[in-house]
């Protein structure tokens, strides 16, 4: 058997910042951090053994004078809102690819008030909320082409993706999207703007070609990661011998022929350590080399 780890797997710029941000701000004393700092429970574990503590939205409403981490995913106006009421010092490690979407959603908020703004996106990610907020809450969430009911297509239509779907799902709906508009005649605005991160994007084709050269892939992952998902499906295209797992334990649940030539990759949420975790539990339970 020989492993190899993806060069192209693991933290993107946005979730390396975030998690510098943290360690760093831990040496200063009490850290909180609002919602998961990342989609890894590996992760999420390791940065609570360094002293970060987690915390919901709850409890940021009750919670006065302490130190907020705030994730690379971002938080609708609302959350700062809170934390300045409750004198709660800010640690803004939003992603600033995620900001600026937010910047123009706001924008496109504020210039086109009738217009329908739409979002592809996952309806409750944290992500998704804080774009939300741009817009008071009005915007229009569509996961898939099933949600396309929601959207009045005589009207004006201001199209956003969240940051980690994919290109291949958003130029999708766009085409339906178009086809709807023509059905019914109308000569409303349909502006789209693909806004999927390009860190994301760019791993699509890297990854697929990782896993085709795979006899089997092992995806790392964290099951709560939209990334994670997106990437895996995409493997799972390429290559029909790949298996989702969280850590090494789940390595018990696959059988793999001793001679295979083994990939281990991951989402743009998943730590190095953990892919060489999975690497080394590989290396000694089989003769395996790592290449
Ligand atoms: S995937 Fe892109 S937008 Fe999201 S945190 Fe990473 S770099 Fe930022």
């Known amino acids: 058997m020989t492993v190899s780890i993806d060069n192209n797997s693991g933290f993107c710029y946005g979730v390396t910042r975030a998690i510098r941000t ?7 004393g009490q850290l909180f951090c609002l919602g998961d700092i990342v989609h890894n429970g590996q992760e999420v574990k390791r940065l609570e053994q360094l002293g970060l503590e ?8 009750t ?9 690379a995913h971002g938080e609708p106006p609302s959350t700062y809102h809170i934390a300045h009421n409750n004198g709660i010092e ?3 490690a939003t992603c600033s690819v995620v900001k600026k979407l937010q910047e123009r959603i706001h924008f496109t908020y504020t210039e086109h008030r009738d217009a329908q703004i739409v979002i ?3 309806a409750g990610h944290a992500e998704v909320i804080g774009l939300q907020g741009q817009t008071n809450n009005t915007a229009i969430t569509i996961e898939s082409e099933r949600d396309l009911n929601k959207i009045d297509f005589t009207r004006d239509i201001y199209l956003f993706s969240q940051t980690t779907k994919s290109v291949e799902g958003f130029n999708h709906l766009v085409e339906l999207i178009k086809a709807k508009r023509s059905e019914s005649r109308t000569s409303a605005i349909f502006e789209y703007n693909n806004t999927i991160c390009r860190n994301v994007a760019n791993r699509v084709a890297k990854i697929k070609a990782f896993a085709a050269a795979q006899d089997v892939v092992i995806f790392v992952g ?10 895996f499906e995409h493997c799972l295209e390429a290559n029909a011998n790949t298996y989702f797992i969280e850590n090494s334990n789940d390595l018990k649940e696959i059988v793999i022929d001793r001679d295979a030539k083994v990939g281990i990759c991951g989402a ?13 539990a590989l290396l000694a339970t089989n003769q395996a080399t790592l290449s």
């Open 63 to 71: 919670l006065h004078n302490i130190r907020v981490l705030l994730r």
């Open 120 to 122: 592809y996106g996952k």
């Open 90 to 92: 800010v640690i803004d």
């Open 54 to 61: 987690t915390i919901d939205y709850d409890d940021l409403r």
């Open 22 to 28: 943290a360690e760093e701000e831990l040496k200063r």
């Open 222 to 231: 964290g099951r709560k990661s939209s990334n994670a998902r997106v990437l």
């Open 268 to 280: 743009t949420s998943t730590p190095q350590w953990l892919m060489q975790d999975v690497a080394d």
